[in-house]
């Protein structure tokens, strides 16, 4: 199979115009004739489905929620880029291009992040014009923070809730397109599969969450902007329902999933407390401004940490990067938080954790100044830990938080199977090897409201497709498919809950696709999960019936599907030997341990062919083609 | 600790229901709420009988599918916080628990502690919202707002929708809901010229919807977990009667 990323040609300025120009149309009147499948409806699908009833299409709208806006875009805190230069201090679309192309460590396509970076200001104007309350200044004008290193402030803000009041903001645009009666929006149901008739994406099978009811819906064309894969780890900063089905689904019916070995591990977490634990918790990054991280510098130190005095406290980042220190980048702080913690010398109960200290800048500059900038994250600190962030060090660990890798998309967001599209997280387009601070809600939006609404009508232009109801054999096959192995699992009556075998999955992948990777574990991992997924299928216990609300089935069924995935996790990793971003391969690292890149064999993206259950998938490669920026080391000493 | 909980079983929305007794034992002081039912949860699985349904997903406090009534209050004792964000530690060992779903008239149970808020998806549909379509908008810095009324806008703006202002209210009104989007948007350039439609839409939805009228009990102010102020129920009823007034 030959990848063909559909990039325009010409300077790389004019590739996005001259696309737009070159694409094809569909006459107003006739936009009404076709009908879009939309399935999830966070940023990027809750967008897009506004966008597309905008235009005249009709649209159906899928989420497992029992509202779009309860799609986990919400819960992101810091805040969206975009190049507006509002402050002045030099920043441009050509930056922000760069300095995203970089972030990702050289291991993400020119010409969509340039685009990104080009759409990134008709994002803030359209929010700001649907009545996102974003920060303003005394005049009035929208407020900026620098965010994630980054060297010029160009991070729109709302409080520590940007990704609330976005996703708000997409949410009010499509609950007005449902009122008009242009978009058919179904809560509460969950894509099961996806449906294809010769070869061309026509439609999906879902499970109305209520009543258990399997139903099929027909489109021209399909969207799926259902998120990442973070939960495949068990513990992430993720939403609970977060889960890979969709994609997967996809993946098994011949779209090809690119980079999953790249995800994000945040270093800002509050630690695990214990067996119980259902998820861990992200703290902002913006602590990292004026707590100072450190550990103790003997193992085994138990005493509590005012009792340790400075000279026998280890500030491992300032340490290591001086000239970052504390600031240093998400990879590299997540990394170095383990290693001390694996020589043994980190705190919390589980000896997993490090302090994030903010003694020294309360009495720098006061206590009240502190409670100012992150009052609120102190708060929500001590609701969870109990512990007072502003007598005692706080405790803090990475956590898997989001994730670069997703389905393979061309230029127009289509996926390797004709018409179906994938926006937001599950795409892999944007973020190369490691995603910048405040990026991800750009790219969402980016997604749902200026790239999909131009290139769906070039997909839809090129024919009209027969109707093929939704009685024709192929959706009745994936519907009685879905059956059967709801069936199944009700049918096991083994001895293990789904969450155990989440779990124990989980740590798996954790501990071999985590924060650093090595070919033995990659290949302790491959072949422990088929036994794992074995167990599954024999000693499963699911209980209560499939014609009602049953989260038991929903679980079983989204731990199978990772169960399934994590091993072409372990594949891409495996098969990826450098590192690069967040992918950290422990045999390929500088004497000063730090990534070592290889430019020359894997300055391409790996996408990944499905070949059967338990069978190694089939790797292809697209190469990325740099013609606009060199090709550098990330350096933050 | 241990912890006697009596929790609220209900097969449909036309099952009568009934409150069943169980036993946590083990429990920790740093488990959050949810993740004690969890707890119980699987032990139930594993004796074959079915997991108490509820409604949950980021627990972080912020999307608002969290719900539960606790001992009588919706989302617990604690102020400003979610049921995903309460922790056992504010508990005492061998506490007995009263755990129910949201009650109100328009938000029927679907099952055990799930109940139906689809109500707000009507009323929101019905005018929460600009009309703006994407490509329309202008510089975002063309139209300046005073800091005074983007911070008013975002204190309304930070409600999360998971109504416990309605479940807590004496006659089931869903007024601190909409009058945190009436007031986010009317205190808003952006939102005057559908200013009056807006009130009168969405305050006409949540009466057809079955929610209750304002007595002024401010038990809503009191069960928010983002602390949304009464002062824009206060709000809403003046921009209701100046709406009702001018209306063509």
Not at chain 1, 449 to 457: K, R
Not at chain 2, 100 to 126: C, Y
């Amino acid at each position: 199979m030959r990848l063909e990323s559909g990039i325009p040609s010409g300077p790389l300025k004019d590739k996005w115009d001259k696309h737009r120009f070159e694409m094809k149309l569909i006459n107003p009147a006739n936009k009404r004739k076709y009908s879009i499948i939309v399935v999830g409806t966070g940023l990027a699908g809750g967008a897009a489905a506004a966008s597309f009833a905008e235009l005249g299409y009709n649209v159906k709208a899928f989420t497992y929620n029992d509202s779009p806006r309860r799609a986990h875009s919400i819960s992101a805190q810091g805040g969206i880029n975009s190049a507006k230069n509002y402050q002045n201090d030099g920043d441009s679309i050509w930056r922000l291009f760069y300095d995203t192309i970089k972030g990702g460590d050289f291991r993400s396509r020119e010409a969509n992040v340039y685009r990104l970076a080009q759409v990134s200001t008709n994002i803030i104007d359209q929010c700001v014009a649907q009545g996102v309350p974003f920060a303003r200044d005394y005049g009035g004008l929208l407020a900026n923070r620098s965010f994630g290193g980054a060297q010029v402030a160009r991070t729109f803000y709302a409080r520590g809730q940007t990704g609330q009041q976005l996703l708000l903001g997409a949410y009010s645009a499509l609950s007005r397109m449902i009122g008009a009666g242009k978009v058919e929006m179904h809560n509460r149901k969950e894509m099961m599969d996806i449906v294809l008739i010769d070869g061309v994406a026509r439609g999906i099978v879902t499970r109305d969450l209520t009543n258990g009811k399997i139903e099929s819906f027909e489109a021209d064309a399909i969207c799926l902007a259902t998120g990442g894969y973070g939960n495949v780890f068990f513990l992430s900063t993720n939403a609970q329902a977060c889960n890979v089905t969709a994609a997967f689904r996809a993946y098994k019916k011949g779209a090809l999933f690119a980079n999953p070995c790249y995800t994000q591990i945040h270093p800002t977490c509050i630690p695990v407390s214990g067996d119980h634990q259902s998820k861990l918790t992200l703290m902002s990054e913006s602590l990292r401004n004026d707590g100072r991280i450190w550990v103790p510098m003997k193992k085994g130190d138990n005493r509590p940490p005012n009792q340790i005095p400075e000279n026998e406290r280890d500030y491992f980042l300032e340490r290591k990067y001086p000239s970052f220190g504390n600031l240093s980048p998400r990879d590299i702080s997540s990394r170095s938080a383990q290693e001390v913690c694996d020589e043994g010398r980190g705190v919390s109960v589980t000896g997993y954790g490090v302090y994030l200290d903010f003694e020294d800048a309360i009495g720098r500059l006061g206590k009240e100044t502190i409670e100012e900038r992150y009052g609120n994250l102190f708060e929500m600190y001590e609701r969870i830990t109990g512990d007072d962030p502003y007598s005692t060090p706080m405790q803090i660990y990475p956590a898997s938080h989001y994730t670069m890798g997703g389905l393979w998309v061309d230029y127009n967001l289509m996926s390797t199977i004709p018409g179906l599209h994938v926006l937001g997280e599950a795409n892999f387009s944007d973020h190369g090897a490691n995603r910048l601070g405040a990026s991800a809600l750009m790219q969402g939006l980016a997604d749902g409201y200026f790239v999909i609404p131009y290139t769906i009508a070039n997909y839809l232009a090129q024919g009209k497709l027969d109707k093929a109801g939704t009685d024709h054999p192929e959706f009745k096959k994936a519907e009685q498919e879905v059956k059967e192995k709801i069936n199944k699992f009700l049918s096991i009556n083994g001895k293990r809950t789904p969450t155990s075998f989440h779990r124990e999955l989980g740590q798996l992948v954790w501990d071999n696709v985590g924060m650093g990777r090595n070919e033995a574990g990659l290949r302790k991992m491959l072949e422990k999960i088929p036994a794992i997924r074995e167990e599954f299928w024999d000693n499963l216990k699911v209980t209560g019936r499939s014609e009602d609300m049953n989260m038991v089935i929903e679980k079983a069924g989204r731990v199978a599907d990772f169960l399934e995935f994590a091993e072409i996790m372990a594949w891409d990793a495996l098969e990826r030997e450098e590192s690069c971003g967040a992918h950290f391969r422990e045999e390929h690292q500088t004497e000063d341990g730090e990534a070592l890149r290889d430019d020359e064999k894997f300055s391409h993206v790996a996408a990944w062919e499905y070949k059967g259950v338990g069978n190694k998938p089939l790797r292809h490669r697209e190469e990325l083609e740099f013609e606009n920026v060199k090709l550098a080391v990330r350096s933050y000493k | 600790m241990k912890l006697t909980l009596h929790i609220w079983r209900q097969k449909d929305a036309n099952d009568k229901g009934i409150l069943e007794t169980h036993i946590a034992d083990d429990v920790s002081e740093d488990m959050s709420f949810l993740e004690m039912l969890d707890v119980l949860n699987e032990d139930l699985i594993l004796q074959d009988k079915e997991p108490v349904t509820f409604d949950h997903d980021c627990r972080e406090g912020i999307c608002g599918t969290c719900s539960l009534t606790i001992n009588g209050r919706p989302h617990g004792h604690e102020k400003a916080t979610t049921t995903c964000q309460l922790h056992m530690r504010k508990f005492t060992d061998g506490e007995e628990i009263f755990i129910e779903p949201f009650r109100a008239k328009a938000f029927p149970v679907i099952k055990d502690l799930v109940v139906d808020r689809s109500p707000f998806e009507r009323i929101m549909q019905a005018g929460g919202f600009i009309s703006i379509h994407t490509g329309a908008a202008q510089d975002a810095n063309a139209l300046p707002i005073s800091k005074i009324n983007a911070e008013l806008a975002m204190d309304a703006a930070a409600c999360i929708g998971c109504g416990a202002c309605v479940a807590a209210c004496p006659n089931g009104a869903a007024m601190l809901f909409v009058s945190a989007k009436v007031s986010q948007f009317a205190l808003l350039p952006q939102g005057q010229p559908e200013r009056q439609k807006r009130a009168l839409a969405m305050v006409n939805k949540m009466d057809a919807e079955g929610f209750g009228a304002c007595t002024n009990h401010y038990e809503c102010e009191a069960s928010c977990p983002k602390e949304v102020s009464v002062r824009f129920i206060a709000k809403l009823n003046r921009e209701f009667l100046g709406a009702s007034l001018f209306e063509h």
